[in-house]
Each structure stands twice: as structure tokens, then as C-alpha cells.
């Protein structure tokens, strides 16, 4: 496994699931403390939530084959469709390379590990992956972001932090 440093910034996108509603909160503060939160976005997908996690997943042939993708929905499938979405600034960050050959963001994997290690055993009905979505390379942010945008009318609340500029399309110029 070959494994860069990049003197750049990267941007992965976070998805956490309705299925951790309860502790999206909680989770969003250790999340702060290993990485800049920089824009976090509440949205209500009501009766499209199947077809954004379809739409997350539409180019990951793994997910598709077998019906993965849907026993992951169905696993998912609570009266709650909020998710929380937000995007992360990591400084200089580390690449591998995997034994497929994709590029993965080393802190990006970290951020999804933690909290899945931490809150998997909290979660009833946990299926694997269906409490957060992490983007850890530059093919993935682009297309989770352009997902995020084409819903983004389902948004009840959008926060950039102060000093930074959305990485998200901006919920106005969308309605």
C-alpha cells in the first residue's frame, strides 16, 4: 500500500444517517475535535431519502451488486429522514492507495472508524455503514456533493463557519 503527504487542503463531505439522530449532536462535537467543521447542513429528505442514499451509491458497483444497497435502505428505514451533512477542512492531508488502486484520504477513513467504532454498539438495528457516509477522495466529494446539491431543497438548516466559504451549493440559489 503506497502512502503520500499532499501540502494541500482536501474537503471530504460527512453524511450521518437518520439512524443516529439520536446522537448526531454528540457525534458532531468529536468530529470538531479531530477535524475543522467547516458547514454543516440538517436535511429533511421526507419521502426521497431512498432514492438520495440510492443516488450516494449510484457509482459504487459494490454497493449495487447483490442487492447491498438495498438491504442497507431498508436497514435504514425509520420514521426520521433527517440527516446531518457536513464537510470537514483537513490541512496537508495523507493519501494511500488500496489494493483496488483508489486514492483514500487516511483522515477522512479515520473520522468514519472512530465514530463507527464508538457508536455502532448504540445504534438498534445497526447494518455496517448505515450510520455515517464519509467522501475520502476527490472523485467521491465530487459526487456526494453534487448529491447533497440536487437535494438541497430538502435543507432546514444550513451553517458555514464564520471566516470559510460552503463547499455545498448554497440553498437559496437552489430554490
Not at 475543522?36 to 429528505?45: A, G, S, T
Request: glycine residues 6%; proline residues 1%.
Amino acid at each position: 500500500m503506497q502512502i503520500s503527504k499532499k501540502s494541500q487542503i482536501t474537503y471530504p463531505i460527512g453524511i450521518l444517517w437518520n439512524m443516529g439522530q439520536k446522537y448526531a449532536k454528540e457525534m458532531m462535537l468529536k468530529i470538531a475535535i479531530m477535524d475543522d467543521v467547516i458547514q454543516v447542513r440538517i436535511m429533511d429528505l421526507q419521502d426521497m431519502y431512498e432514492h438520495f442514499v440510492y443516488d450516494c451509491y449510484s457509482d459504487d458497483e459494490e454497493a449495487l451488486d447483490g442487492g447491498y444497497i438495498y438491504d442497507k435502505i431498508n436497514a435504514m428505514n425509520i420514521n426520521s429522514r433527517r440527516i446531518v451533512v457536513f464537510v470537514v477542512k483537513i490541512d496537508n492531508p495523507t493519501f494511500q492507495v488500496n489494493e483496488k488502486g483508489k486514492k483514500q484520504c487516511i483522515e477522512a477513513r479515520e473520522i468514519k472508524k472512530k465514530i463507527r467504532a464508538e457508536y455502532a454498539d448504540k445504534i438498534d438495528g445497526y447494518f455496517f455503514d448505515n450510520l455515517i457516509h464519509m467522501s475520502d477522495n476527490e472523485e467521491e466529494m465530487e459526487k456526494t456533493r453534487s448529491v447533497v446539491d440536487k437535494y438541497s431543497k430538502y435543507t432546514v438548516g444550513d451553517y458555514i463557519r464564520r471566516g470559510y466559504e460552503g463547499v455545498l451549493q448554497d440553498v437559496e440559489s437552489n430554490k
